[in-house]
């Protein structure tokens, strides 16, 4: 019940204030399943990029951080091919910094500064963390690369139809993943 009722709250707080570039809305009458759109930051590769997430809401929030994923495939080293997030508000203590007066759009807008500001010595992607640290201009090229065939051109337009990525742009996700699994880049958990 503690659930329901603070959701209601946060999700109407999203409603009427949301932060900066970030859009957050449940689906179909289902209170833990919602889905957020976070704007590419200014002066970083994912400028005018439109990103999609899912996130999933655990019946012991919040005392449990929601599972958060990226659904609109991004170039960076703190995200992987699936679009699962490496982030301290994710996880709970003592790896993690999740705590119950933490809310969705906290989380969010901590998800978008870590857009803005990856953490490269804690990578889900060693591969792109080590462009990022020594070949940054390399690592700029293809995130902005990636986000102009994912985030820009595949969600010109949206404004209050369907609010998911469509069938084509997860078709080519999944042929770039299995691409990439083929050439094995190196991958770290994120601890």
């Not at 999933?56 to 495939?73: A, D, M």
């Amino acid at each position: 019940m503690q659930r329901a009722s603070r959701l209601k709250r946060e999700l109407q707080m999203l409603s009427t204030e949301p932060p900066p570039g970030i859009t957050c809305w449940h689906t179909e009458e289902q209170i833990d399943d919602l889905r957020a759109q976070i704007v590419g930051g200014t002066d970083t590769p994912y400028e005018g990029g439109l990103f999609s997430l899912e996130i999933k809401v655990p019946e012991r929030y919040p005392f449990e951080p929601p599972k958060i994923r990226f659904l609109t495939p991004i170039y960076h080293p703190n995200i992987d091919n699936s679009g699962r997030i490496c982030h301290d508000a994710l996880k709970l203590p003592p790896k993690g910094a999740w705590k119950p007066s933490l809310n969705i759009s906290t989380v969010l807008t901590s998800i978008q500064l870590l857009m803005a500001e990856p953490n490269p010595d804690d990578p889900l992607m060693a591969d792109i963390s080590s462009e990022f640290k020594y070949n940054k201009q390399l690592f700029m090229e293809k995130a902005q690369k990636w986000t102009q065939e994912h985030a820009v051109q595949k969600n010109m337009g949206v404004v209050d139809g369907n609010k998911e990525n469509n069938p084509d742009q997860k078709a080519s996700f999944r042929k770039r993943e299995a691409q990439q699994e083929a050439e094995e880049p190196a991958k770290r958990t994120c601890l």
